[in-house]
């Protein structure tokens, strides 16, 4: 699993250096009760974007997001709430060494603060999961993003 997970990483890093200049394509870090580890964030539209998390050592999350820019106005820079629906996809070992693997659909409600001065977004989100095979669970996230 660990080998599927750099894979991915790779292909995300590969991806986001090709299309980056000036596409709506944003990367970071980003943390959990879980894991840590990069988020990126594709906008496919006006209020539409394909986020991606891939936890450390061995977790990856996609979601499908819809943003609602209007709904709070905390400063003069946008503050959209968001949601979506997601998958959710984990590798864990126990102390035999017994890999465990989790997938799961997530749900997903956050907010992102847009920095006015630079290309930059902070987010919080909760994301509870349904776990398909594995667990279930109830989790958040907070992290930031530079957009190219």
């Known amino acids: 699993m660990r080998k599927l997970m750099f894979i991915i990483l790779s292909l995300i890093f590969v991806v986001v250096s090709i299309n980056a200049q000036g596409s709506g394509i944003g990367v970071g870090l980003s943390t959990s009760g879980i894991s840590s580890g990069l988020c990126g964030k594709y906008w496919m539209g006006g209020s539409s974007a394909i986020a991606v998390q891939v936890g450390l050592p061995s977790s990856l999350d996609v979601d499908y997001l819809l943003h609602k820019p209007d709904m709070l106005k905390l ?3 946008p503050t959209p709430i968001y949601y979506g629906l997601g998958i959710g996809i984990s590798s864990s070992e ?7 693997l989790g997938i799961g659909v997530r749900g997903i409600i956050g907010i992102s603060y847009y ?9 919080i989100e909760s994301t509870p999961t349904i776990g398909i095979v594995g667990d ?3 989790g958040g996230s907070f992290g930031f993003r530079y957009f190219f």
Do not use: H
Not at 94 to 100: I, V
Not at 115 to 123: H, K, M, N, T
């Open 75 to 77: 400063t003069d820079a």
């Open 94 to 100: 126990n102390d035999a060494g017994d890999s465990k």
């Open 115 to 123: 920095v006015s001065a630079y290309p930059l977004d902070i987010f």
């Open 136 to 138: 279930s669970n109830f």
